[in-house]
Protein backbone atom coordinates (compact mmCIF):
# COMPACT_ATOMS: atom_id res chain seq x y z
CA UNK A 1 0.00 0.00 0.00
CA UNK A 2 2.63 2.28 0.10
CA UNK A 3 3.60 2.10 -2.71
CA UNK A 4 0.19 3.26 -4.25
CA UNK A 5 -0.74 5.82 -1.71
CA UNK A 6 2.34 8.61 -1.15
CA UNK A 7 3.26 8.74 2.42
CA UNK A 8 2.58 12.09 4.34
CA UNK A 9 -0.28 13.60 2.61
CA UNK A 10 -1.52 16.47 4.26
CA UNK A 11 -4.68 16.73 6.18
CA UNK A 12 -6.23 19.16 3.06
CA UNK A 13 -4.74 16.13 0.43
CA UNK A 14 -6.43 13.64 2.48
CA UNK A 15 -9.57 15.64 2.60
CA UNK A 16 -9.49 16.33 -1.01
CA UNK A 17 -8.97 12.92 -2.07
CA UNK A 18 -11.85 11.92 0.11
CA UNK A 19 -13.58 13.74 -1.22
CA UNK A 20 -12.83 12.79 -5.03
CA UNK A 21 -13.71 9.13 -4.36
CA UNK A 22 -16.91 10.38 -2.92
CA UNK A 23 -17.71 12.43 -6.10
CA UNK A 24 -16.78 9.54 -8.11
CA UNK A 25 -18.50 7.24 -6.66
CA UNK A 26 -22.02 9.33 -6.56
CA UNK A 27 -21.35 9.75 -10.44
CA UNK A 28 -20.82 6.37 -11.47
CA UNK A 29 -24.00 5.47 -9.24
CA UNK A 30 -26.14 7.76 -11.10
CA UNK A 31 -24.70 6.94 -14.45
CA UNK A 32 -26.14 2.92 -13.28
CA UNK A 33 -29.47 3.98 -12.14
CA UNK A 34 -29.93 6.15 -15.66
CA UNK A 35 -28.61 3.05 -17.48
CA UNK A 36 -30.92 0.88 -16.03
CA UNK A 37 -33.88 3.12 -15.93
CA UNK A 38 -33.74 3.90 -20.17
CA UNK A 39 -33.44 0.56 -20.56
CA UNK A 40 -36.14 -0.85 -18.25
CA UNK A 41 -38.68 2.48 -19.78
CA UNK A 42 -37.90 1.95 -23.39
CA UNK A 43 -39.13 -1.48 -22.77
CA UNK A 44 -42.00 -0.56 -20.94
CA UNK A 45 -42.77 2.64 -22.82
CA UNK A 46 -42.06 2.19 -26.78
CA UNK A 47 -43.59 -0.67 -28.01
CA UNK A 48 -43.03 0.28 -31.36
CA UNK A 49 -40.30 3.04 -32.21
CA UNK A 50 -42.06 5.34 -34.35
CA UNK A 51 -40.59 8.83 -35.85
CA UNK A 52 -40.16 10.23 -33.16
CA UNK A 53 -40.97 9.94 -29.33
CA UNK A 54 -45.00 10.77 -29.11
CA UNK A 55 -46.48 12.69 -26.32
CA UNK A 56 -47.87 9.29 -25.09
CA UNK A 57 -44.64 8.14 -24.79
CA UNK A 58 -43.13 10.55 -23.38
CA UNK A 59 -45.71 10.85 -20.36
CA UNK A 60 -44.65 7.31 -20.14
CA UNK A 61 -41.03 7.80 -19.81
CA UNK A 62 -41.76 10.32 -17.09
CA UNK A 63 -44.27 8.34 -15.30
CA UNK A 64 -41.35 5.07 -15.06
CA UNK A 65 -38.85 7.08 -14.46
CA UNK A 66 -40.70 8.29 -10.97
CA UNK A 67 -41.82 4.76 -10.18
CA UNK A 68 -38.49 3.55 -11.00
CA UNK A 69 -36.90 5.64 -8.21
CA UNK A 70 -39.59 4.47 -6.03
CA UNK A 71 -39.01 1.63 -6.47
CA UNK A 72 -35.23 1.80 -5.95
CA UNK A 73 -36.22 3.07 -2.67
CA UNK A 74 -38.41 0.74 -1.50
CA UNK A 75 -35.64 -2.18 -2.36
CA UNK A 76 -33.12 -0.11 -0.95
CA UNK A 77 -35.01 0.16 2.40
CA UNK A 78 -35.93 -3.62 2.43
CA UNK A 79 -32.43 -4.84 1.55
CA UNK A 80 -31.37 -2.35 4.91
CA UNK A 81 -33.94 -3.98 7.21
CA UNK A 82 -33.17 -7.11 5.98
CA UNK A 83 -29.29 -6.52 6.61
CA UNK A 84 -29.99 -5.69 10.05
CA UNK A 85 -32.45 -8.55 10.46
CA UNK A 86 -29.65 -10.71 9.77
CA UNK A 87 -26.99 -9.01 11.60
CA UNK A 88 -29.35 -9.11 14.98
CA UNK A 89 -29.76 -13.01 14.25
CA UNK A 90 -25.61 -13.32 14.46
CA UNK B 1 -12.71 -6.00 10.63
CA UNK B 2 -9.85 -7.91 10.50
CA UNK B 3 -9.42 -7.14 7.03
CA UNK B 4 -8.33 -3.40 8.63
CA UNK B 5 -5.77 -5.12 10.34
CA UNK B 6 -3.80 -6.77 7.53
CA UNK B 7 -3.24 -2.39 6.75
CA UNK B 8 -2.08 -1.74 10.38
CA UNK B 9 1.81 -1.16 8.82
CA UNK B 10 0.61 1.92 7.17
CA UNK B 11 -0.65 3.39 10.76
CA UNK B 12 2.77 4.06 11.99
CA UNK B 13 3.68 5.43 8.22
CA UNK B 14 1.79 9.42 7.50
CA UNK B 15 -1.53 8.18 9.24
CA UNK B 16 -2.80 6.25 6.70
CA UNK B 17 -5.09 4.38 8.34
CA UNK B 18 -7.66 7.49 7.92
CA UNK B 19 -7.39 6.72 4.44
CA UNK B 20 -7.85 2.80 4.99
CA UNK B 21 -11.00 2.84 7.13
CA UNK B 22 -12.55 5.63 5.01
CA UNK B 23 -11.68 3.50 1.23
CA UNK B 24 -13.55 0.36 3.46
CA UNK B 25 -16.45 2.35 4.57
CA UNK B 26 -16.93 3.39 0.97
CA UNK B 27 -16.42 0.22 -0.67
CA UNK B 28 -19.40 -1.39 2.08
CA UNK B 29 -21.28 1.49 0.67
CA UNK B 30 -20.62 1.20 -3.30
CA UNK B 31 -21.20 -2.94 -2.96
CA UNK B 32 -24.80 -1.95 -1.00
CA UNK B 33 -25.74 -0.03 -3.88
CA UNK B 34 -24.36 -1.99 -6.64
CA UNK B 35 -26.47 -5.27 -4.82
CA UNK B 36 -29.82 -2.27 -4.53
CA UNK B 37 -29.37 -1.60 -8.74
CA UNK B 38 -29.59 -5.34 -9.10
CA UNK B 39 -32.18 -6.62 -6.81
CA UNK B 40 -34.46 -3.51 -8.06
CA UNK B 41 -33.49 -4.42 -11.81
CA UNK B 42 -34.75 -8.11 -11.17
CA UNK B 43 -37.88 -7.30 -8.91
CA UNK B 44 -38.69 -4.68 -10.88
CA UNK B 45 -39.43 -7.28 -14.28
CA UNK B 46 -41.27 -9.70 -11.77
CA UNK B 47 -43.54 -6.94 -9.89
CA UNK B 48 -44.21 -3.68 -11.96
CA UNK B 49 -46.57 -4.26 -15.14
CA UNK B 50 -47.42 -0.51 -16.45
CA UNK B 51 -45.77 2.17 -14.57
CA UNK B 52 -48.63 4.40 -12.61
CA UNK B 53 -49.22 7.70 -11.16
CA UNK B 54 -48.25 5.47 -7.99
CA UNK B 55 -46.84 2.19 -6.77
CA UNK B 56 -49.74 0.34 -5.93
CA UNK B 57 -49.52 -1.59 -2.29
CA UNK B 58 -49.44 -4.56 -4.07
CA UNK B 59 -46.54 -3.63 -6.15
CA UNK B 60 -44.69 -2.30 -3.38
CA UNK B 61 -45.95 -5.89 -1.51
CA UNK B 62 -44.31 -7.49 -4.29
CA UNK B 63 -40.88 -5.47 -4.34
CA UNK B 64 -39.96 -6.16 -0.98
CA UNK B 65 -40.97 -9.95 -0.83
CA UNK B 66 -38.89 -10.43 -4.61
CA UNK B 67 -36.10 -8.66 -2.28
CA UNK B 68 -36.20 -10.83 0.77
CA UNK B 69 -37.16 -14.25 -1.01
CA UNK B 70 -34.28 -13.28 -3.11
CA UNK B 71 -32.15 -13.21 0.08
CA UNK B 72 -33.71 -16.13 1.12
CA UNK B 73 -33.14 -18.79 -1.94
CA UNK B 74 -29.89 -17.07 -1.82
CA UNK B 75 -28.78 -18.35 1.79
CA UNK B 76 -30.87 -21.52 1.45
CA UNK B 77 -28.43 -22.45 -1.83
CA UNK B 78 -25.10 -21.14 -0.22
CA UNK B 79 -26.53 -23.49 3.12
CA UNK B 80 -27.49 -26.60 0.83
CA UNK B 81 -23.96 -26.15 -0.96
CA UNK B 82 -21.99 -26.12 1.55
CA UNK B 83 -23.47 -29.27 3.49
CA UNK B 84 -23.15 -31.11 -0.44
CA UNK B 85 -19.52 -30.08 0.32
CA UNK B 86 -19.56 -31.28 3.74
CA UNK B 87 -20.92 -34.53 2.77
CA UNK B 88 -18.73 -35.06 -0.26
CA UNK B 89 -15.93 -34.49 1.95
CA UNK B 90 -14.74 -31.53 0.06
CA UNK B 91 -14.17 -32.93 -3.44
CA UNK B 92 -16.46 -32.35 -5.78
Redesign the interface.
Known amino acids: MEDALPTGLSGAQKDELMDQVKQQIAVANVQELLTKMTEKCFKKCINKPGTSLDSSEQKCIAMCMDRYMDSWNLVSETYRLRIQKERNKM | MNFSDS?DS?SS??G?K???D??MV?KQ??Q??????E???F???K??E??????DSKT?TC??NC??RF?DVSLLITNRFAQLLQKSGGGI
Open positions: FGKGDDLQFLEKAFNAQIHFNECWDCVKPGNKLELSVDI
